[in-house]
């Protein structure tokens, strides 16, 4: 539905990305996830038409929309914050564009009850956006940027600027929206564990390339390069000889007192996290992080020794 | 036990002098600011009046009845308000697109213009009056009311784009792509969302801007005089020809629309919205 190709945009310090190459089916949600400056904004900005690009095409339903300015794309934006003009009460931020549309008044009204109860803010039509809180204002962006029924829904970073648990739940309404009305969305985030809770597919980005591209139990259990596995979740990561470096996630260890598994070594520390104990372990090749269960923790002690074995793990080569 | 009873006594005396002490030092700045002002206001009322004796001797409308019927006052008033109000709409009409541009887009010369801009104002005005009027002679513009329009436009425009494109620097981007977003063209944009969030700092560039105007008088004594006459030029002759209680009764003229400016302005864009417009810039 909507396809990037050998689309590159370069800025005029060196930054930004080239030659990528993607595409959105329609009703999936796909994630660009990265560190800032990875080029996620971008990508996101030149689909919604704030930037132009270098070189490549912009596909949605076949038609091309690089030479379409931003209000005559079939897409629309929420931003991390200023989405909502401040002159304006909820009811007119969210008719303007209706009323650009033409739509008569009545249809208008109806579309943006509907909207505000779909969102949760029911009854808050005539608040400012000065009066309501950070989450508050997130979700009336959502519902304007939804009203104007767009082929593809663009997110930036919609939640970084708000608390973790209202974050939580609007990651979970919002997918609950998502695949009740079946619209395609492209999120971008600098949050793996919400890159991986939200998506369909998951794009993996670094200094303006795409390392890798898959769903999130892909990218999780099979990363394909040595910065995927250590962007996302936790892992170990073990020098061995002849340049080769050995990765395994601390699920996937094994702690065990004395000696004969896949590598020896000495407890360093036991921290209690909560629902697990992370057990971290003093080895040749370095430190290893294990999580182990309550009942192992009270038979370990700092300075045992212990073997470690591995479950699920990758190698990768240093160049 | 005696010594607790008899402190609370003590501290207060101590504490009514520092007080003391600080009321007579805000009296004192109080009528050094206010004092001449005040002074002003009494003469303006005063039916006759004699140096060195501080108080009239007799208070009456007398000098207000006279200065009103001088014949240049009535048109001076006029000029005042008629230059303040075209050279402040012209510099708006002008300047606001100019602001925004300077606000907004990164074009070659942008800091060029915004110097040369700066640098008109940085000098001693008599200068750019003089160049000015030699260049007005040639032309013909001497004594003409566009010529004096460009004088007073001289600062308004300066006003209207200083402040306005710190106005519109301030206005975040993303208010403005969100409208894109939604249908809305630039100009439709510009208008519904970008003017009226820096609307603060415009209003208060505005006010600057006509106040400005109103006190204008090298120049405006230099290119139009004797054909056009403002307040302020008027009150040179008034000051030298007549009486101080005449001054004074043209100096409360001058200060009246100021004032009713600024309670209009705090009436209907209210003080926070003005406070706001100080802080744009």
Known sequence: MLEIINMTKLYKTGDGVKDINLTIREGELVTLLGPSGCGKTTILRTIGGFLNVDGGDIRIAGQSIIHLPPEK???????????LWPHMRVFDNLEFGLKLRKIPRAER??????????????????????????GQQQRIAIARALLL?????LLDEPFSALDAKIRQQMREELRKIQTDLNITVAFVTHDQEEAMALSDRVVVMNKGNIEQEGSPQDIYHRPQSRYVADFIGEMNFLQMPDKKVLAVRPEHVEVSPGSGGDLDGYVRTIMMLGHYI???????????KAFISDEQ??????????????????????? | MSQTVVRPPQIRRALGKKRAGGLAIL???????????????????????????????????MWWDYVFKQPNTLVSITNSFLFAVCSTALSFVICIPAAYALARFQFTGRKLVMFLFLLGNAFPKIGMYTSMGIIFYKVGLMGTFMGVLLIHMLGTMMQMIWLPAGAFRSVPRHLEEA??????????????????????????ALLYAFIGSLGESVGTLFVGLPQWRTMMTEMYGVILDFPATAGAVFALLLIIPNFVLLLLMRKYIGAETMAKGFKMS
């Open chain 1, 109 to 134: 009204a109806r579309r943006i009850s509907e909207m505000m109860a779909l969102v949760k803010m029911s009854g808050m039509e005539k608040k400012y956006p000065g009066q309501m809180s950070g």
């Open chain 1, 149 to 153: 029924e767009p082929q593809v829904l």
């Open chain 1, 278 to 288: 992370e057990m971290t372990v003093d080895t040749d090749h370095g430190i290893v």
């Open chain 1, 73 to 83: 794309r079939p897409t629309s934006m929420v931003f991390q914050a200023y989405n």
């Open chain 2, 27 to 61: 009296f004192a700045f109080m009528l050094f600011f206010y004092g001449p002002l005040l002074y002003m206001f009494i003469l303006a009322f005063a039916n006759s009046y004699n140096f060195p004796a501080i108080m009239p001797n007799e208070f009456g409308f």
């Open chain 2, 179 to 204: 409208a894109r977003d939604a249908g809305a063209g630039p100009l439709r944009t510009f208008f519904k969302v970008t003017l009226p969030v820096a609307w603060p700092g415009i209003a208060v």
């Open chain 1, 297 to 319: 923790a009270q038979s370990f002690g700092r300075g045992d020794a212990v073997t470690l074995r591995f479950g699920r793990k990758q190698e990768y080569t240093t160049p």
